[in-house]
């Protein structure tokens, strides 16, 4: 069992910058590919970015390649998420997940735990 806490969301006007952390209980966090996944009102949830086990391979959705950078620490059992030149669009609720797969194409269906989410709300 792996239990996920996310934290770092906030109000941030367009342009700025927010860090979300994910804090993972357990002594295997290493052996989990971490991601974060997003959800806006009415909409599905959605891929953002993801993370090897050793944190060297990472994979982004193109609405946010070039702004946002996933990161692990293994030492502290926390995946981050750095947020850079935020738009109104990128508002939602952020979750974090951890799964064994590392598919072609990253989907909600492959990872097994999940946080209670973050609200992330980018003003313009």
């Known amino acids: 069992q792996v239990q996920l806490v996310e934290s770092g969301g906030g109000l941030v006007q367009a342009g700025g910058s927010l860090r979300l952390s994910c804090a993972a209980s357990?002594?295997?966090?290493?052996?989990?590919?971490m991601a974060w996944f997003r959800q806006a009102p009415g909409k599905e949830r959605e891929f953002v970015a993801r993370v090897m086990t050793s944190g060297y391979s990472t994979d982004y959705s193109d609405s946010v390649k070039g702004r946002f950078t996933i990161s692990r620490d293994n030492t502290k059992n926390t995946v981050y998420l750095q947020m850079n030149s935020l738009k109104p669009e990128d508002t939602a609720v952020y979750y974090c997940?951890?799964?064994?797969?590392?598919?072609?194409?990253?989907?909600?269906?492959?990872?097994?735990?999940w946080g209670q989410g973050t609200q992330v709300t980018v003003s313009s």
């Open positions: 997940a951890a799964g064994t797969t590392w598919g072609p194409r990253p989907v909600a269906g492959q990872y097994d735990y």
């Open positions: 357990g002594r295997t966090f290493s052996r989990y590919v």
